[in-house]
């Protein structure tokens, strides 16, 4: 650089100003250059960190106890990928995740354990290994799970929110319930029955973009992909892939975040196909390998994994699985950037 042009980057700077062209072509890249990299929490070598943080901190004094999921390529950031957040949270027999309620949606996937509850605006669910539950924008919600002495058994479970999306727009808001647990104002199963049988009571009239059903129980998603399966639904790249839907708009449960539940039967050799949505995977049964990018990674019950915006990704299948996933895929289609591509 000749000493003209530095002296003129000097005084530009004094005004806060810089030179488009000397950053050009990393602001507007031929094609994306993720930061987060492809990456496995392999969760038989976590789990015992998992236990752990049970008498380290009480799920009352850490407000929610989670062992955040942190990219490689993120370090620090609290992010699996730039716009989401990944988590395994625990709650122990006989605790209480106080209520609380915030801008950031949140989706948990149960991993293990049973009988432990969320609430969400006044009406609970019962938590089983499989289930899809949200949590949307600034709905109150609490968790909790029985005494030992009543069944209660330690439960783990997936967090997903957009909590680096939402950071990014500076749209970050919190507030706590005054008590620890908000009143039960509806039974369990209420939503469900209202709009979970492809009906809904016939004067309601719903504006909001996330679903009235806040939670999916899995025995129904796992029965719908052995049906297809079994009447040859079978896709080269995807297996049987099925996606999560609000029944009154037929849109995603959530504005920003896409959810899946997806069936590899035993031998099955993906295709190969990429995407600017970077997604999030949950094993819920089986094992096999997931290739992204350059990296190979082998995958087992409950293990989670992450194949950044525009990597190959590519799935096999030594046994017969199942995949959950979550990814930005509502947020990438409403600005018109999402991309994809089947090799």
Same mark, same amino acid.
């Given at each position: 650089m000749?000493?003209h042009?530095?002296?003129?980057?000097?005084l530009i700077?004094?005004r806060?100003?810089?030179?488009?062209?000397?950053s050009l072509?990393n602001?507007v890249?031929?094609?994306?250059?993720?930061?987060?990299?492809?990456a496995?929490?392999?969760?038989?070598?976590?789990?015992?960190?998992?236990?752990?943080?049970?008498?380290v901190?009480s799920?009352?004094?850490?407000?929610?106890?989670?062992?955040v999921?942190?990219?490689?390529g993120?370090?620090g950031k609290s992010?699996?990928?730039?716009s989401?957040?990944?988590?395994?949270?625990?709650?122990?027999?006989g605790?209480?995740?106080?209520?609380?309620?915030?801008?950031?949606?949140?989706?948990?996937?149960?991993?293990?354990?049973?009988?432990?509850?969320?609430?969400?605006?006044?009406e609970r669910?019962?938590m089983r290994?499989?289930d899809?539950i949200?949590?949307?924008?600034?709905?109150?919600h609490?968790?909790?799970?029985?005494?030992?002495?009543?069944g209660?058994?330690?439960v783990?479970?997936?967090d997903?929110?957009?909590?680096?999306?939402?950071?990014?727009?500076?749209?970050?808001f919190a507030e706590?319930f005054?008590?620890?647990?908000?009143?039960?104002?509806?039974p369990?199963?209420?939503?469900f029955?209202?709009?979970?049988h492809?009906?809904?009571p016939?004067?309601? =009239?719903? #504006?909001?973009?996330?679903?009235?059903?806040f939670s999916?129980?899995?025995? !129904?998603?796992?029965e *719908?992909?052995?049906? +297809?399966y079994r009447?040859?639904?079978?896709?080269?790249?995807?297996?049987?892939?099925?996606?999560?839907?609000?029944?009154?708009?037929?849109g995603w449960p959530?504005?920003?975040m896409?959810?899946?539940?997806?069936?590899l039967?035993a031998?099955?050799q993906?295709?190969?196909?990429?995407?600017?949505?970077?997604?999030?995977?949950?094993?819920?049964?089986?094992?096999?390998?997931?290739h992204i990018?350059?990296a190979?990674?082998?995958?087992?019950?409950?293990?989670?994994f992450?194949a950044?915006?525009?990597q190959?990704? =590519?799935? #096999?299948?030594?046994?017969?699985s199942?995949l959950?996933?979550?990814?930005? !895929?509502?947020?990438? *289609?409403?600005?018109? +950037?999402?991309?994809?591509?089947r090799?």
């Open positions: 000749n000493e042009r530095a002296a003129y980057y000097e700077a004094r806060q100003m810089a030179p488009l062209w000397e072509h602001l890249p031929p094609q994306p250059k993720p930061q987060a990299k492809a496995i929490w392999q969760y038989a070598q976590i789990r015992d960190l998992v236990m752990q943080a049970g008498a901190i799920a009352e004094e850490a407000v929610r106890r989670v062992l999921l942190e990219n490689p993120l370090p992010s699996i990928t730039p989401l957040y990944a988590g395994l949270q625990l709650i122990l027999p605790e209480i995740a106080p209520s609380h309620r915030h801008t950031q949606s949140a989706l948990r996937f149960i991993i293990e354990g049973r009988g432990a509850w969320t609430a969400v605006n006044g669910t019962t290994p499989g899809f949200i949590t949307p924008s600034w709905t109150w609490d968790h909790g799970n029985p005494s030992a002495e009543d209660g058994e330690p783990v479970w997936l997903g929110l957009d909590i680096p999306l939402v950071a990014s727009l500076d749209a970050g706590s005054p008590e620890a647990t908000q009143p039960v104002t509806r369990e199963g209420y939503s029955a209202r709009f979970g492809n009906m809904a016939v004067r309601e =009239r719903v #504006s909001d973009p996330t679903s009235p059903i999916y129980p899995y025995e !129904r998603s796992r *719908a992909l052995d049906k +297809l009447h040859g639904d079978l896709d080269a790249w995807d297996g049987v892939k099925l996606r999560y839907v609000n029944p009154m708009t037929g959530m504005p920003t896409a959810t899946f539940m997806q069936y039967p031998g099955f993906g295709r190969t196909s990429r995407s600017t949505d970077a997604t999030v995977y949950c094993v819920v049964e089986g094992h096999g390998t997931a990018g350059d190979e990674f082998s995958f087992s019950k409950h293990d989670v992450v950044p915006s525009w190959p990704v =590519r799935l #096999s299948a030594l046994a017969e199942v959950f996933s979550y990814s930005d !895929r509502p947020v990438l *289609a409403a600005l018109n +950037l999402l991309r994809e591509e090799i």
